[in-house]
T-cell receptor, first 114, second 112 residues
Framework: KQEVTQIPAALSVPEGENLVLNCSFTDSAIYNLQWFRQDPGKGLTSLLLIQSSQREQTSGRLNASLDKSSGRSTLYIAASQPGDSATYLCAVRAPGAGSYQLTFGKGTKLSVIP | AAGVIQSPRHLIKEKRETATLKCYPIPRHDTVYWYQQGPGQDPQFLISFYEKMQSDKGSIPDRFSAQQFSDYHSELNMSSLELGDSALYFC???????????FGPGTRLTVT
């Protein structure tokens, strides 16, 4: 069964710092990996999707990398801003039974201090 | 751009009552997913539909059922509600061939 782990569970940084969020998954046979942002009590906003054949994706100040063989992904946020404060979730989609579902990590709660 | 629409946004029910949650996917998306997120938890997959047929089933209680209609909207029906069913219920949609899932704002269900 696929398991997704995110480290750290919480992170507090001063505004302007670059930071890295980590995600690991136990089964490297995945279709894709998505990074989401969730504000308290709100929905999930898709940030980046990396297909299994890709190594990285970039969107603005965000860069996500994927190392499928080692079961790891990182989300790099450049020049962090207070508005980046949220919980960041990593989720994977894998082939086989349950291939339509996303399996989520428990998230990293990010606080960017002005 | 159009997003996933869910209704109602908030719902309060008593134990043993029934609830129906509705989801309207992004136009031209052929796959709908339902997830449940308890307080402080990560989203848990319940069920999905591809072209109006059930495509995958997760940890959905037998008290819950769902379907996707001819216009692609989906409904999650929940009966004999329990206190533990209180959660945020998300609907997501995607083009199966692409796979990126787009989530709706969620329905917050409170069972008292």
């Amino acid at each position: 069964k696929q398991e997704v782990t995110q480290i750290p569970a919480a992170l507090s940084v001063p505004e302007g710092e670059n930071l890295v969020l980590n995600c690991s998954f136990t089964d490297s046979a995945i279709y894709n990996l998505q990074w989401f942002r969730q504000d308290p009590g709100k929905g999930l906003t898709s940030l980046l999707l990396i297909q299994s054949s890709q190594r990285e994706q970039t969107s603005g100040r965000l860069n996500a990398s994927l190392d499928k063989s080692s079961g790891r992904s990182t989300l790099y946020i450049a020049a962090s801003q207070p508005g980046d404060s949220a919980t960041y979730l990593c989720a994977v989609r894998a082939p086989g039974a349950g291939s339509y579902q996303l399996t989520f990590g428990k998230g990293t709660k990010l606080s960017v201090i002005p | 751009a159009a997003g996933v629409i869910q209704s109602p946004r908030h719902l309060i029910k008593e134990k043993r009552e029934t609830a129906t949650l509705k989801c309207y996917p992004i136009p031209r998306h052929d796959t709908v997913y339902w997830y449940q997120q308890g307080p402080g938890q990560d989203p848990q997959f319940l069920i999905s539909f591809y072209e109006k047929m059930q495509s995958d089933k997760g940890s959905i209680p037998d008290r819950f059922s769902a379907q996707q209609f001819s216009d692609y909207h989906s409904e999650l029906n929940m009966s004999s509600l329990e206190l533990g069913d209180s959660a945020l219920y998300f609907c997501a949609s995607s083009l199966a061939s692409v796979g990126e899932q787009y989530f709706g704002p969620g329905t917050r269900l409170t069972v008292t």
